[in-house]
């Protein structure tokens, strides 16, 4: 039977960190850590996500800034915004939640975000920083840093392992390949193109599933007592459940028990973690703007 990772007790162990230190800023008379949220149009999960954020803040001492936009909002409004923000001192991170509305440019609004306030390390800076040997981002896509912190913590080598990220995405699978690579794993990216994908998966010390689709990853994928990260989130019907659907990840999870050596579940796993890091990335912002 697998170990348990338990991503809300590691996430809970950060946010009382954070907590603490924040408490340690205000007492030493130095401005409190705020994140400025900017959420554009209606999409259900969106407004959740950001609700998560803004709680986690006010319970860890950060000054929370919400701004609410709709999906029609111009492209030159939004970065208008941003650049407001950019020049507030009470705000140290920016945060605007993706996906944005169709027709508005993404990478732009990123770019315009000041590197020392993205908070959510999504600029193309931070990105290309990450990317390169020897160069250190400011800050770290909080979901992948929340992945490589709850692998640490947990006490798993990386160091020479053979690591598989499933999936390629500039949020989670492209930034935790390249922190893997960090730590000196060997790593493979696997995708829809990928040949003989069971095999490669089944390969892996470290497996990390980050494709968005619902259990994919079956018993036989999986490397007997390899470490299962399963970074999915998807909504399936259930009749059985109250609501009528439930939350899995991207791994058959009941299967992957009997096999694996750990796995994280999914609610509970590397989801607390992401907010976790949230906050500790804004923390650091608020130190940064002491410097």
Same mark, same amino acid.
């Given at each position: 039977?697998?170990?348990?990772?338990?991503?809300?007790?590691?996430?809970?162990?950060?946010?009382?960190?954070?907590?603490?230190?924040?408490?340690?800023?205000?007492?030493?008379?130095?401005?409190?850590?705020?994140?400025?949220?900017?959420?554009?149009?209606?999409?259900?999960?969106?407004?959740?996500?950001?609700?998560?954020?803004?709680?986690?803040?006010?319970? !860890?001492?950060?000054?929370?800034?919400?701004?609410?936009?709709?999906?029609?909002?111009?492209?030159?409004?939004?970065?208008?915004?941003? !650049?407001? /923000?950019?020049?507030?001192?009470?705000?140290?991170?920016?945060?605007?939640?993706?996906?944005?509305?169709?027709?508005?440019?993404?990478?732009?609004? /990123?770019? !315009?975000?000041?590197?020392?306030?993205?908070?959510?390390?999504?600029?193309?800076?931070?990105?290309?920083?990450?990317?390169?040997?020897?160069?250190?981002?400011?800050? /770290?896509?909080?979901?992948?840093?929340?992945?490589?912190?709850?692998?640490?913590?947990?006490?798993?080598?990386?160091?020479?392992? %053979?690591?598989?990220?499933?999936?390629?995405?500039?949020?989670?699978?492209?930034?935790?390949?390249?922190?893997?690579?960090? !730590? %000196?794993?060997?790593?493979?990216?696997?995708?829809?193109?990928?040949? %003989?994908?069971?095999?490669?998966?089944?390969?892996?010390?470290?497996?990390?599933?980050?494709?968005?689709?619902?259990?994919?990853?079956?018993?036989?994928?999986?490397?007997?007592?390899?470490?299962?990260?399963?970074?999915?989130?998807?909504?399936?019907?259930?009749?059985?459940?109250?609501?009528?659907?439930? /939350?899995?990840?991207?791994?058959?999870?009941?299967?992957?028990?009997?096999?694996?050596?750990?796995?994280?579940?999914?609610?509970?796993?590397?989801?607390?973690?992401?907010?976790?890091?949230?906050?500790? %990335?804004?923390?650091?912002?608020?130190?940064?703007?002491?410097?």
């Amino acid at each position: 039977m697998a170990t348990i990772l338990d991503g809300k007790v590691i996430a809970d162990e950060i946010r009382a960190e954070v907590a603490e230190k924040t408490a340690a800023r205000k007492a030493a008379g130095k401005r409190q850590p705020g994140l400025a949220a900017v959420l554009v149009g209606d999409d259900p999960a969106s407004h959740v996500y950001v609700k998560m954020k803004r709680k986690a803040c006010e319970k !860890a001492g950060i000054q929370s800034f919400y701004y609410e936009l709709p999906a029609s909002t111009p492209q030159a409004e939004l970065e208008t915004l941003v !650049a407001k /923000l950019n020049a507030d001192p009470a705000v140290h991170g920016i945060l605007v939640q993706l996906p944005l509305p169709k027709g508005l440019d993404e990478e732009r609004v /990123l770019q !315009a975000i000041d590197i020392r306030k993205d908070v959510d390390g999504f600029h193309p800076l931070n990105i290309g920083r990450l990317a390169q040997k020897g160069r250190e981002p400011l800050f /770290l896509p909080a979901t992948p840093a929340g992945v490589m912190v709850l692998l640490q913590r947990s006490g798993v080598k990386l160091e020479g392992a %053979n690591a598989v990220v499933l999936g390629r995405s500039n949020i989670v699978g492209m930034p935790v390949a390249l922190l893997l690579i960090e !730590a %000196n794993a060997t790593v493979t990216v696997c995708h829809s193109r990928t040949k %003989n994908l069971k095999e490669v998966c089944a390969s892996a010390d470290v497996l990390v599933a980050a494709v968005g689709r619902p259990e994919m990853v079956k018993r036989d994928w999986i490397k007997p007592g390899a470490v299962v990260i399963d970074v999915g989130v998807n909504r399936i019907d259930d009749p059985t459940a109250e609501k009528g659907t439930r /939350l899995v990840g991207d791994v058959a999870y009941e299967e992957a028990l009997d096999v694996a050596g750990a796995i994280t579940p999914v609610p509970g796993g590397v989801g607390p973690m992401t907010i976790a890091m949230l906050l500790a %990335n804004t923390l650091k912002a608020a130190e940064l703007a002491d410097s």
